[in-house]
């Protein structure tokens, strides 16, 4: 099924575009500070709940009139129309004549979504299934390895989104994740990934998950099989293998290629980007962590999210005003990056999950009719969990020369209560929200006493932008609704750039050539690249020894 495509004007001649930069120029010199003194109602005017999740954007530098003029450059984008078309299943991946349907991975099981002539909520429901009766008898021990002992040690083996997400949602949910079985993920072609991994490990308590779409990308089956053979030179038996490896992939013929049952293996399908795909069969070390329980609480926190962003207007949209927020910093500020900051040591590996899932989105230069884009797209998404990062780089942000917009991350409530921890680390949030908003200008400083020379390093100009977005407690639901939000915050950003989200080529050229140097580096044949590359080819063949 093609997708219709409302013509598009080219996002710069929009006249929401025009009017935005324009509007820009009348109160980009406004400080936040006049903002907050002319209207006492801004933090309530601008902030929202949805679904458990609180967002406070008082602290932009947006007037009302801005947030209009956003909203207009999203009708004129056709967002609404172009998100009724990733629900509804039409081929919204152009470039590779896919829908895009993660969306249909946390609908509830009442639900039917038919797609080219399937109901894939059905067959969403059916691995689901298969995975909870699997990840049931891996935590009750009833699932034994060849020798007849229980499972302690899960590996996942896999890289990209076969990988992030699942690292991300087991370090976000240890609190509850069954703590006698312990989690290993291991991602990187190179030896001491696996090595570390596996050093103390017994093959004969250990199952080795391999995630993979494909089931062909060169790192992970390099990994699956060392993992073949480091299980084989423990157990000594070919037919270990049934009960010490899994399969997540979309690819039965390549599973069973080697050597891993098809019985063993849980399925998805091609419209789950990989990068989307920590829902799907892929969670299948989520779900055996924290049970199958848990796992659907975090589905259905997702679907929560999903129907929000489907059905509310764009006022009251939480993803659409994040994602709205990000264009209006890039496109009309400048700013390169967006920095996310929780202040949850569980969320500790949430920036580079979103990393992956903001930057292979949107990090495109061609517009889906094809067009090279003149404007700025994709944002650089960095940062670590707070308060470490205050110790780093938020100088950079306080003081340096560039306008980061921030996303702070908190919660209410502590999973790990103890003594004064969350009141100064709630403190700590709040305070370089404010820091950063409001600063501390020239004559403040110089009121403290401050030596003359000393009072321009310590002022601070403030008027720096962030979002503060604040829940009860990190529950497996929540971290679907945060999850969920960034995706449609990036679906969203990527409607008005005109670009497709859901494609990744830039990931292709390296590959094809790693594969043409890997040969080389072995032999002692005539290279042909250019004098760099050559150089550092011959280098490697006369160090390697
Ligand atoms: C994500 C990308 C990419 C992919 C990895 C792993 O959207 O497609 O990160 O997840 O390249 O691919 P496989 O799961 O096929 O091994």
Known sequence: MSTPQPAL?????????????????????????????EDEDRASRFSLEAEGLFLDYSKNRITSQTMDLLFQLAEQSYLQDKIDAMFRGDHINLTENRSVLHVALRMPKTASLVVDGVDVVAEVHAVLDKMAAFADRVRSGEWTGFTGKRVRNIVNIGIGGSDLGPVMAYEALRHCSQRDLNLRFVSNVDGTDFAEATRDLDASETLFIVASKTFTTLETMTNANS??????AQLGDEKAIASHFVA?????????????????????????????SMDSAIGLSTMIAIGPD???????????????FRTAPFERNMPVIMGLLTIWYNNIFG???VAILPYDQYLKRFPAYLQQLTMESNGK????????????????????????????????????????????????????????HHDILIANLFAQAEALAFGKFSEEVAAQGVPEELVAHKTFEGNRPSNMLLAEKLTPEILGKLIALYEHNVFTQGAIWQIDSFDQWGVEL?????????????????????????????RYRSQKA
Request: with cysteine.
């Open 365 to 420: 230069s061609i517009t889906v009719t094809g067009e090279q884009v003149d404007y700025e797209t994709g944002a650089i998404y960095w940062g670590e969990p707070g308060t470490n990062g205050q110790h780093s780089f938020y100088q950079l942000i306080h003081q340096g020369t560039k306008l980061i917009p921030c996303d702070f991350i908190g919660f209410m409530k502590s999973l790990n209560p103890k003594g004064d």
């Open 335 to 337: 700013s390169q990056t």
């Open 294 to 308: 848990n796992f659907r609480a975090m589905l259905a926190g997702f679907h929560a999210m999903d129907e929000h």
């Open 227 to 232: 993992a073949r053979e480091w299980t084989l």
């Open 9 to 37: 004007t080219p996002l710069t001649e929009l006249p929401a575009w025009e009017a935005l930069d324009e509007h820009a120029s009348e109160i980009e010199d406004v400080h936040l500070r006049e903002f907050f003194e």
């Open 510 to 538: 390296g590959k094809v050539l790693a594969m043409r140097i890997v040969p080389e580096l072995k032999g002692n044949s005539e290279l042909g690249h250019d004098g760099s590359t050559n150089a550092l080819i011959e």
């Open 248 to 276: 997540l992939s979309t690819n039965a013929k390549e599973v069973s290629k080697f050597g891993i049952d098809t019985a063993n293996m849980f399925g998805f399908w091609d419209w789950v980007g990989g990068r989307y």
